[in-house]
């Protein structure tokens, strides 16, 4: 019911809100978009396809390792769930072991490329919450576990 709710209030929220060619909207990518069973999460994934509709950046950063197999096996999963219409992809080196600095300074990169974030979906804080690089920061409900 919750995915619901936030679902309905978020497209809701794109009918009063205004738009440049440089609005993004970020997403997570495990327990925000694709549940721990590899299927997607309906209600995100039908905002992540409004936002493509409305000609929005899509952007995805993910703690999921930048090494080739695991690019590739997320970039496959992406497309065979039409997820594919995304700007931009980040994945976390894996020398790096602070998933919420790797996030928070992905999210800067994404302000020092010139986008504004209106919104960052994630099932953690460190997916936005406090960070002024976030927009507004909607944290999703695990409603599996």
């Known amino acids: 019911m919750k995915l619901k709710f936030i679902e309905k209030n978020i497209i809701d929220s794109f009918n009063i809100m205004s738009f440049t060619e440089n609005s993004a909207v970020i997403f997570d990518i495990d327990n925000t978009l694709i549940d721990p069973y590899g299927r997607l999460i309906e209600e995100i994934a039908h905002i992540y396809q409004v936002c493509y509709q409305l000609n929005l950046k899509i952007i995805i950063i ?38 919420g600095l790797y996030k928070y300074n992905a999210r800067r990169d994404v302000f020092k490329r010139g986008y504004k974030t209106l919104y960052s979906f994630g099932d953690l804080d460190t997916d936005g919450l406090n960070c002024i690089y976030a927009g507004n920061f909607i944290k999703i409900p695990t409603t599996w576990i």
């Open 62 to 99: 993910t703690s999921r390792p930048a090494t080739p197999e695991c690019m590739e096996y997320t970039q496959n999963q992406l497309y065979s769930l039409n997820l594919k219409h995304y700007h931009l992809l980040y994945f976390m080196k894996p020398t790096r072991t602070n998933v």
